[in-house]
């Protein structure tokens, strides 16, 4: 037993009563949580949140780098929930501070925008990556992911080379410290430059070996992508989920009430090695109502 599995079953112990397990320790259903989805709650009161999160069930969370606090106060509350974190979304300290001032209103989204335009940049994704291994590592995580490419990012094959060599040299940085490199999509990559489709010059680009993919369910479905033919064609690349439901209006809705088939779709990923799915719920109105509803969808699937 290694010292991870230790803290968590100790944690559990402690917490007998006071916070159910998921459904069973199997980790098909041991439901995650992306952490963004709550970022508003956290941002007023970090560990009562991250025990609200355990309470509710949830196992796993993936992370926004640090949260522009010291890894190991992160890692101290995780332990003390019972939480794993397998994954985070890179964001440094500075970057944070954007999202953090956009989620208070502090800042428009165009400046939140234009300020993850700038930090993104293929030339600066060593030293983004560097600082996340050393998060990932204080966090006990095994995948550190890219979040975003914003529009700027994608707008010419030169730009996208540029990115493509960054993610395989980020890959071999993330695998000499026995981690994983991750690209998390949305719906732009799937526009086109010329004939070709942006997110398939990134998988055929990438090297599989070193660079894995985060599937969200609903930026694939806003694209009008085929999740399963990706996972099909693609084995072994897809290791993480963002379980996200789509209204019938085409916004963003609490998972289980929406038009996805993501019962089918978890079953698909399940067989084509995803490891750990994470509810997500962008500009959630009442998030911890809302993670609850989530979870209390996925137990039912087996």
Known sequence: MNRRQFMEMSALALMAGAIPQAANADARRRWGLQLFTVVAPLEQDFEGTLRAVAEIG??????????????????????????LSPSQHLASAELYGSFSAWSKRQITTEQNRENYVAALQPDKAAA????????????????????????????????????????????DACAREGLTFTFHNHDREFGRLGNDVIYDLLLKGTNPDTVKMEMDFYWFHKAKADPIAYLR????????????????DGDFTVVGGGIIDLK????????AGVQHFYVEYDRSADPLKEIRASFDYLRKIR
């Open 58 to 83: 949830y196992r796993e969370v993936e992370t926004i780098g640090s949260f522009g606090r010291d890894p190991a106060y992160v890692r101290g509350i995780l332990d003390k929930y019972g939480l």
């Open 128 to 171: 983004l990556v560097d600082e996340g291994i050393r998060v990932a590592k204080t966090l006990g995580q095994k995948y550190v992911v890219w979040p975003i490419l914003m529009a700027p990012h994608l707008a010419t094959r030169e730009i996208v080379d540029a990115f493509i060599s960054a993610f395989n040299a980020a890959g």
């Open 233 to 248: 064609n693609h084995p072994g690349r897809y290791r993480l989920v963002h379980v996200k439901d789509m209204a019938p």
């Open 264 to 271: 089918r779709l978890i079953g698909k990923a399940r067989k």
